[in-house]
C-alpha cells in the first residue's frame, strides 16, 4: 500500500528530520538516505524499520541539522590532499590536458565536515534519529490503515456483489432444463410429424436427463458460496499469510465462475457470470495492494 510518513525531533544538538515514502510491493525493500553526518546511523535505522514495517518498497530519507553554533565547516585538509595526488595520478595515464577541478575535490565524501561532525558520535545523536524515525512510522502505518480500511470496504461491497449475482444464477439453473426439454420436445414432434414417425417419450427423457447431468452446476454453486465466505472472514487476519490467502481464495473463486458460465449454457446465467468475474478482477487487483 502506498503512504507517507514524516517525523521530526529537536534538542540541543540539532533537528533530525524522517520522512518515509511507500509504495506497494511484496516483501520489504528499504532505500535510505542520510547525510553525511550521521550516515554511520544507517544500520540501526534499517534494523528499526525492519522491525516496524513488514511490507513495501519503502524510501526513507534522513537529515540532521546541527544547531547554531555547531555548523561551522572546516575543509579536511589531509583528505583533500590525498585526493588531489590520487586524481593527479591517474591524470597523468590520460591523454591531452587535465587539471584538477578545486570544487570537485570538496564534493567528495568527507572533504568538508562541520563542527557537529567533529564534537558529536552516533551513540548521542541516535535517540534523536531514532526518535524522528518512529514518528514516522507511526504516521505511515496511520495512512495505511486508512487506505486499508477504504479497501477492505470495497472488497466487502465486491463479495456482497457477487453473492447477489450468484443467488441469481442459483435461481436461474433450474429453469435451464425446463427450457431444453420444451425445445427438445418441440423439434422432436416437428421432425417426427414431418415423417410421420412415432417415438415412446422415454427416448426425450432420456436426452433430457443426459443434458441436466452435463448442465448442473449445483456443486460450483456450493463450492463458491463456500469460498465467499472464508474470503469474508479471512478479510480481517491479521497475520502475513492473509494476502497470500486472499488470493488464493479468489483462483479458486474464478475457477467456478468459468465452470459455471461453461455449463449453464444460457445466456441470463451468462450475464452473471460476467458481472461475477468484473467483481472478482476487482477484488484481486485490491488484493495485490494489501499489506
Known amino acids: ?6 517525523g521530526r525531533a529537536e534538542s540541543l544538538l540539532g533537528s533530525v528530520s524522517v520522512e518515509l515514502r511507500s509504495v506497494n510491493q511484496r516483501g520489504l525493500k528499504l532505500t535510505i538516505r542520510l547525510n553525511e ?3 554511520a546511523l544507517e544500520g540501526r535505522l534499517e534494523q528499526l524499520l525492519r522491525a516496524r514495517i513488514r511490507r513495501g518498497a519503502i524510501h526513507a530519507a534522513v537529515r540532521f541539522l546541527p544547531a547554531a ?4 565547516s572546516k575543509i579536511n585538509l589531509p583528505l583533500v590532499t590525498a585526493y588531489a595526488a590520487q586524481l593527479q595520478r591517474v591524470g597523468q595515464t590520460l591523454e591531452g590536458p587535465w587539471t584538477v577541478d578545486l570544487a570537485g575535490l570538496l564534493a567528495l565524501p568527507g572533504s568538508v565536515s562541520t563542527r557537529a561532525g567533529d ?3 552516533i551513540d548521542t545523536l541516535w535517540p534523536l534519529v531514532e526518535s524522528a524515525a518512529i514518528e514516522a512510522t507511526q504516521q505511515l502505518d ?4 486508512a487506505e486499508g480500511g477504504a479497501m477492505v470496504a470495497q472488497l466487502l461491497q465486491d463479495t456482497e456483489t457477487t453473492r447477489r449475482h450468484l443467488e441469481s ?3 436461474l439453473a ?3 432444463v425446463v427450457q431444453y426439454r420444451q425445445r427438445l420436445e418441440s423439434k422432436i414432434r416437428q421432425i417426427l410429424e414431418q415423417n410421420q414417425i412415432a417415438a415412446p417419450n422415454i427416448e426425450i427423457l432420456r436426452e433430457v436427463q443426459l443434458f441436466a447431468d452435463r448442465s448442473d452446476i449445483s456443486e460450483e454453486l456450493t463450492r463458491f458460496a463456500s469460498h465467499l465466505h472464508r474470503f469474508a472472514e479471512s478479510i480481517g487476519d491479521d ?8 488470493d488464493f481464495i479468489i483462483q479458486e473463486m474464478f475457477r467456478e465462475a468459468n465452470t459455471i458460465g461453461s455449463k449453464a449454457n444460457d445466456s441470463e446465467i451468462s450475464g452473471h457470470v460476467v458481472e461475477i468475474k468484473c467483481a472478482i478482477e476487482r477484488m484481486r487487483e485490491l488484493v495485490q495492494n494489501l499489506q
Do not use: C, H
Not at 1 to 6: E, I, K, P, S
Not at 142 to 145: A, E, F, V, Y
Not at 239 to 246: E, P
Open 142 to 145: 496511520n495512512m495505511r490503515l
Open 239 to 246: 497475520d502475513d499469510a492473509s494476502g497470500r490467502k486472499l
Open 37 to 39: 553526518t550521521i550516515a
Open 69 to 72: 553554533g555547531n555548523d561551522e
Open 174 to 176: 433450474p429453469r435451464v
Open 1 to 6: 500500500m502506498t503512504g507517507q510518513g514524516v
Open 119 to 121: 564534537i558529536l558520535d
Open 169 to 171: 444464477v442459483a435461481a
